[in-house]
Structure formats: structure tokens, C-alpha cells
């Protein structure tokens, strides 16, 4: 009883009240003055992540489980729809391979419990959590691992619990990589202003943009369907005409209908020198990689690539 007359003495005197999803995605949002990535785990009854991305700056992703039959200007170009049947596993590897600014879970198969506390913790820097489960025992769970809820109407039956957690790097540097990434290599620095992130490795620092959006390489292993291939293949022929050191689709951010190059200066790589020669073999294996939607094939044609790329440059092409 005391746990539960804390929360609603907390809720009476915050304002604005949080109502439904779009209002507690809207709560976050407004504090930032730079572009996000937004994620929505589970099924997105409110349409939020079109109504987000009509209305804010940034990039905003739905993981529902569902896979549908797109067209183009179907949904806002800066919406990405992942749609591959999602597990604890499935996820923990997006999150340690991604950094969300913010992920709201809401209407998703995923229990509150302590095992899958970690999961939650490690998604984004604000996580917001709705449950109808209002005992005791499940508030008093989040509440232990930090959670507060946000302000909601008096009487409503469900909770919005939410952390924020600054995270200043990833575990992996993309999907394929092994876990061990650590801040004192690749720091990332992300605030409500600005983010951006810092390679401490080489001769010097090198310090670039954080692009929201996710890695082609996410996209692909997590069963991405928006954008669809004809899309993706339009914006790898675009890309192409960039020069670019290591054009590999690791190097590729998913931002909606738009794809953009990162790491065009790189510590490893040096002035005029490349690891990738853009022949007409290695651009078809980039247009197979984004047009396979079979997230266990995916791999070997990221490996063909890569050895491809890898053999040409040493002299000798296949």
C-alpha cells in the first residue's frame, strides 16, 4: 500500500499528463534539440512511429514481428519497420550493436521479470516501459532498477515507467563484430543537443556526427522490410558515386528511404588509400546484400563481399 500511495502522490503533482504512447513518446522528445532514433518494441496500435516521423527530426524504427508488403510513401521516409519475429537474443544483439535514444516497449511478448531486467536496461538511453500490471511486485521492480513513472490520469489502468540511462558507447561496433567494444577506443557522446562519436584509436582522434538511424547490417539481420529493396538498391547506386575508403555495408546508416555513408576517415586507412574497389562484381554483391531478406543468408553474402573486396585490393580479383 505505501508503494503504490507514493506512486500516485508522484503522479498528482507532475504535469503534463501521459495518456497513451504518442504522449509519453512526445514527453522525451521534447527535450531534445538534435535529430534521435527512436525505437517502438511491439505492436504499434497507435500508429506512433508515422505520427513521429511526420512531426520530428530523426529516424524512428518499429520491431513488431509482422512483416508487410511496403510501397513507396507508404509511411513517413524517415520510418524503418524491422520485421523479424523478435527474441531476448535478437534483441540484446540490436541493442549491443545500436545506441536508441529512445525505446518505448508497449503491447510486446517480453516479461517484466529480473532475468530479463538487463535486457531493458541496456536498449537506449531512455527506456520507457508500458505495463497494465500494476502489483506491487512489478513496480517494485523497476522502481528498484530505477524506473519512475511518468504523470498519468488518476485512475488510468496502465503505468508508464521510465529510466534514462547515458550510455557512452557500444558493445559491438556492428552486428558481425565479436562484444568487447569499449568506451576508451569509441566514446560516444550524446546529450539533448548534440551527439557524436569519438575514435581514440590511430595517430590521432578522429571525431564525426552520430547519424540517427541504424546500421544496413542491423537492418538486414532483424528481417528489416522498410525500406524495401528497390528502394535500398536506388540509394546503393547513389552511394557509390562517393568516394569512400572501406565501402562496405557495415559503413551504410539506414535512415528511412535515405542511406548515408559513416566512417569516411578512418585512423586504420591511410590518405588515398582504400579497401574496396568498387568493380561491377562488388556493387552487384552490395545490391544482393540489400535486396536478400533472409536474415541467415545475409551473412555469407557480407563474407563474399568481404573477401571479394579484400582480394582485389592485394592484386588479385575474382
Known amino acids: 500500500m505505501k508503494l503504490t500511495w507514493s506512486i500516485t502522490i508522484f503522479l498528482l503533482v507532475a504535469c503534463p499528463l501521459v495518456a497513451n504512447d504518442i504522449d509519453a513518446a512526445r514527453y522525451i522528445l521534447k527535450r531534445y534539440d538534435r535529430p534521435v532514433t527512436f525505437l517502438k518494441v511491439g505492436m504499434d496500435r497507435e500508429c506512433i512511429i508515422p505520427r ?107 503505468v508508464y515507467m521510465h529510466k534514462h540511462s547515458p550510455r557512452n558507447y557500444t558493445k559491438r561496433t556492428f552486428w558481425y563484430e565479436e562484444d568487447g567494444n569499449i568506451p576508451e577506443a569509441r566514446e560516444i557522446v550524446s546529450n539533448y543537443t548534440e551527439k557524436h562519436l569519438i575514435k581514440k584509436y590511430g595517430p590521432r582522434p578522429i571525431i564525426s556526427d552520430w547519424l540517427p538511424g541504424i546500421n544496413l547490417v542491423s537492418f538486414r539481420m532483424f528481417g528489416g522490410d522498410y525500406p524495401t529493396p528497390s528502394i535500398m538498391r536506388r540509394e546503393i547506386l547513389r552511394l557509390i558515386q562517393i568516394p569512400h575508403p572501406d565501402f562496405m555495408p557495415n559503413n551504410i546508416i539506414i535512415q528511412g528511404e535515405s542511406m548515408t555513408m559513416i566512417d569516411l576517415e578512418d585512423s586504420n586507412i591511410g590518405p588515398g588509400q582504400s579497401r574496396t574497389v568498387l568493380t561491377d562484381n562488388f556493387i552487384q554483391l552490395l545490391i544482393d546484400f540489400v535486396s536478400e531478406k533472409d536474415p541467415q543468408k545475409v551473412p555469407h553474402i557480407f563474407e563474399k563481399a568481404l573477401e571479394y573486396s579484400r582480394e582485389y585490393v592485394h592484386g588479385k580479383p575474382k
Not at 62 to 70: H, M, R, S
Not at 86 to 97: A, G, I, K, N, V
Open 52 to 158: 513521429l516521423g511526420r512531426h520530428y527530426r530523426g529516424a524512428f524504427v518499429l520491431i513488431d514481428g509482422y512483416q508487410y508488403e511496403w510501397s513507396q510513401g507508404s509511411i513517413p521516409k524517415n520510418c524503418i519497420h524491422l520485421g523479424r519475429n523478435y527474441s531476448p537474443e535478437l534483441l540484446q544483439r540490436l541493442f549491443d550493436s545500436e545506441h536508441f535514444d529512445i525505446v518505448l516497449f508497449a503491447d510486446h511478448h517480453l516479461p517484466i521479470s529480473e532475468e530479463t531486467m538487463p535486457l531493458y536496461l541496456a536498449s537506449g538511453e531512455h527506456v520507457i516501459i508500458r505495463t497494465n500490471d500494476t502489483s506491487e511486485g512489478v513496480l517494485a521492480l523497476l522502481l528498484h532498477h530505477g524506473f519512475k513513472p511518468l504523470p498519468t490520469a488518476e485512475g488510468s489502468d496502465e
